[in-house]
């Protein structure tokens, strides 16, 4: 990629790009990847999901059905619009490259890896904002879950409670509208869990294997 790269290009990944993505999963440098390795790789990040959603998880991805993820199916799965939670682990692992914050996705981390991919230090700027926004508390460090929330648009529980609290207090829905969509939130998701909440009261998320890793429990801006 040239110096020139537009912040549109950002999402285009290189074949070299994705490859090095690839790699990082691919432990045992054999050219795919297999149950052990994504399992490897979950617990590299303080997550341990059942070993059928650890199937679960290859299977979305694994077009030919062999068990494995080939590297063209990786890149597949890059490259499409479909999300699935491979793709949120392979975008965290892509980033997580920090140094001093491992684990953790950090600005300094993205620099590095959008400068090697050729990327223009405006449109990095612009990308780093983007995404730090996931920030769930503002401690300058993006978990796994924020990504995952972010990526599965999934709605942090703590939103939730906080939706139904600020209704039963009286709060305007245009004020409760503003908040969230200061928050990342889109305009018509949020305007739709505000007038659920009304009708049905306070909304739960289904809790899984992400909300109970080590290191990742999020709090809430205000």
């Known amino acids: 990629m040239s110096s020139s790269q537009s912040e549109e290009d950002i999402s285009v990944e290189s074949e070299d790009a994705i490859a090095k ?116 508390n503002g401690d300058g460090k993006v978990s796994f879950l924020d990504l995952y929330e972010s990526m599965m648009t999934r709605i942090p529980d703590e939103w939730l409670e906080w939706i139904d609290k600020n209704i039963k207090r009286g709060v305007p829905d245009d004020t409760l509208l503003k908040v969230l969509v200061e928050n990342g939130f889109n305009s018509d998701t949020a305007a739709k869990l505000i007038e659920k909440t009304h009708k049905e009261g306070r909304q739960v998320v289904e809790r899984s294997y992400v909300d109970v890793g080590r290191g990742y429990v999020c709090g809430i801006k205000s």
């Open 21 to 136: 993505i690839f790699k990082k999963l691919d432990v045992k440098n054999d050219g795919v990847i297999d149950f052990d390795e994504v399992k490897t790789v979950m617990k590299s990040v303080g997550l341990y999901p059942t070993n059928q959603k650890i199937k679960d998880i290859i299977r979305r991805v694994d077009t030919d059905h062999d068990g494995v993820i080939n590297f063209k199916e990786f890149v597949a799965m890059r490259r499409s619009e479909e999300i699935c939670e491979l793709n949120v682990l392979a975008q965290f692992k892509k980033y997580d490259v920090s140094k001093i914050h491992r684990g953790f996705i950090t600005p300094d981390g993205i620099e590095t890896v959008l400068k090697e991919e050729g990327v223009a230090d405006e449109a990095i700027r612009d990308y780093i904002d983007e995404f730090m926004a996931l920030d769930s």
